[in-house]
């Protein structure tokens, strides 16, 4: 018998969690007084993100002059949209584990198209800076899950996968009845995410032809980011050739999107993603 989507996160549920003290950071971020200091104050309790809010302040990914030494100085210097997404990638990197082949492509993956939603974020304004970010990495925890509550079947589908190029999402249906774009959405509706990053992991898979609805414009940046960086071949067997093709998918179509220069806005989402990946290894 099979899984419902609730069943199946019940049952990796012990493996899969979203920090307490990440949940309350970021509700912090919802208070329009919030200061430097109150922030690197309730970040203190947790040494890990502190640590590597540090880390990645100091890292070649903001390249500042002289070393950052105290958590409100960086907080001060990157920006509190940075630190949403420092608290987010922590609190998630140990979801994304690194047992394999396939959770390695996953992770850098993941990292690679919330750089890429950032990027294109900042052309399109579609949602705030931050939150961008995190819709691109959180599109594919789903596949987390699917890879906690059975390894050794879902590694079949992602080798399917990747060997071949078929559409991951439709060999999950197949087998489940459901993807890892609707396990996802479950997934975040249950850590209490913002109901904008939730759409944008739910629906990330749809065609967007002729699209209309104002809500999926985060899923068609996460769709569009995706494509992006299957293009450039981070999680993919091989690259593709042609960047163009960038400008002609429907949810490119769907935000307005066209780049004169695909090797330039490439060029530079690979430069922050090899500083950034370089930072969390």
Request: hydrophobic share 45%; proline share 2%; glycine share 4%.
């Amino acid at each position: 018998m099979k899984k419902t989507i609730k069943e199946l996160i019940e049952s990796v549920s012990g493996d899969i969690a979203f920090p307490k003290i990440a949940v309350k950071i970021l509700k912090m971020f919802e208070d329009d007084n919030l200061s430097a200091y109150q922030l690197a104050k309730a970040m203190s309790v947790d040494p890990i993100i502190a640590a590597y809010v540090l880390k990645v302040s100091n890292s070649a990914f903001y390249n500042f002059a002289n070393r950052v030494k105290n958590l409100s100085d960086a907080i001060a210097l990157i920006g509190f949209e940075e630190v949403k997404k420092i608290v987010v990638m922590v609190s998630t990197k140990s979801v994304f584990s690194t047992a394999d082949f396939f959770d390695d492509i996953l992770w850098e993956h993941s990292l690679a198209v919330a750089i890429a939603s950032s990027i294109l974020n900042e052309k399109l304004r579609i949602t705030d800076e931050g939150s961008g970010y995190i819709m691109g990495l959180l599109h594919d925890i789903g596949k987390t899950v699917f890879k906690r509550d059975d390894n050794e079947r879902y590694t079949k589908i992602l080798k399917e996968s990747y060997e071949k190029g078929m559409p991951i999402n439709r060999l999950e249906e197949d087998i489940y009845g459901y993807n890892h774009a609707d396990v996802g959405s479950y997934l975040l509706d249950v850590w209490n995410f913002d109901q904008s990053v939730i759409d944008a992991v739910g629906f990330h898979h749809l065609s967007f032809i002729n699209a209309k609805k104002e809500f999926l414009r985060g899923a068609a940046l996460v769709n569009l980011s995706d494509f992006i960086i299957n293009l450039m071949g981070i999680g993919k067997k091989t690259p593709q050739n042609d960047l163009s093709l960038m400008n002609t998918i429907p949810s490119a179509e769907f935000l307005g999107f066209y780049e004169d220069e695909p090797v330039k806005i490439v060029n530079s989402i690979y430069k922050k993603f090899s500083s950034l990946k370089e930072t969390f290894e």
